[in-house]
């Protein structure tokens, strides 16, 4: 199952190298013959959904699922495991990025018993070193809040039926499937996989996308940053108590005291900005909260062809 976001220009090479993939794997008896490729337009602005159609009408072992607009990568996701029905299933992104020989080692892996099977990147070579380095970043923060989450696993992953309807009573607005499928539990393991090139188009996942990806990761699963409000309040109160003590021995033990702009307007600017911070943080969590209460479906499917 792949979500897709204006990747009309790929679509047709997936598919190809997907197809001849599953036939393999059919021939060796190592999936059924009635699997299917599920492809999930999220809202895409080019022809994409077209392209979609067009292949459906000619492959009968592939499938689509459009959404009403744009709901957002891990709403996708959602959709097409809610959508389709299989005794399991594996989740890639439409550039095929994401090494095709992972497929058949997941399916090793779930014919071994697993119903969880994680792919992990092995190396990021592909990926800037910016989104590199960020990415590395924010695995290990996230592991040092306490956040279940496996190292350098993004979406690519293998599911079974029964995992996917215990998935079904997460029903939080706020998605971050990386760390809520580690919470559902059962069998899990990992593979590893080389990172490829996208061979064409362009990374619909921006900057602006991916951080705000991560800090949904963040907030939606660890209550850290409110706490370090906390901590950072105490190191205020204490650095006040030291500063407290310096302006006295200043005052009544040398001639260097100048009455004036730095004891006054630092401590005024220092602490405006924590408070600042501060309440931008609790803003977040409320943020959450607002939407959580409005219980607003998380993505309508607009068409189904081929399921």
């Not at 492809?39 to 072992?61: C, H, M, P, Q």
């Not at 014919?111 to 190396?123: P, S």
């Not at 909260?289 to 189904?304: D, N, S």
């Amino acid at each position: 199952m792949l979500p897709c976001y204006n990747e009309e220009e790929v679509l047709e090479d997936t598919s190809k190298v997907l197809l001849k993939e599953m036939s393999r794997l059919i021939e060796e008896k190592k999936i059924s013959a009635d699997s299917k490729i599920c492809f999930v337009d999220d809202g895409s602005r080019d022809g994409t959904w077209g392209v979609i159609e067009n292949l459906t009408a000619k492959e009968s072992s592939i499938c689509g699922v459009k959404l009403t607009r744009n709901y957002g990568h891990q709403n996708a996701l959602l959709a097409g495991l809610f959508s389709v029905d299989a005794d399991a299933v594996i989740t890639m992104d439409a550039d095929l990025q994401d090494d095709i020989g992972a497929i058949e080692m997941m399916v090793d892996k779930y014919l071994e018993g697993y119903k969880v099977v994680y792919g992990v990147k092995k190396n990021r070579e592909a990926d800037t070193i910016f989104k590199r380095i960020t990415a590395e970043w924010f695995y290990k923060f996230m592991e040092y809040m306490g956040v279940d989450i496996v190292y350098n696993h993004a979406d690519c992953r293998l599911l079974d039926k029964e995992v996917i309807s215990y998935l079904k009573e997460y029903k939080e607005v706020n998605l971050f499937l990386r760390g809520i499928v580690p919470l559902i539990g059962f069998p899990s393991t990992i593979v590893e996989y080389d990172l490829s090139e996208r061979k064409k188009g362009i990374s619909k996942f921006t900057i602006r996308k991916m951080l705000g990806f991560a800090l949904n990761g963040i907030t939606s699963f660890s209550v850290f940053p409110l706490r370090l409000i906390t901590y950072v309040g105490f190191i205020i109160f204490l650095g006040s108590l030291v500063l407290t003590g310096w302006a006295f021995w200043v005052k009544y033990f040398t001639d260097d005291a100048v009455p004036g702009w730095a004891s006054t307007v630092l401590p005024i600017y220092f602490i405006g900005g924590i408070q600042v911070f501060s309440l931008g943080i609790i803003g977040e969590y409320i943020g959450k909260i607002y939407l959580e209460t409005k219980r607003r479906p998380r993505f309508i499917v607009e068409k189904e062809v081929g399921l």
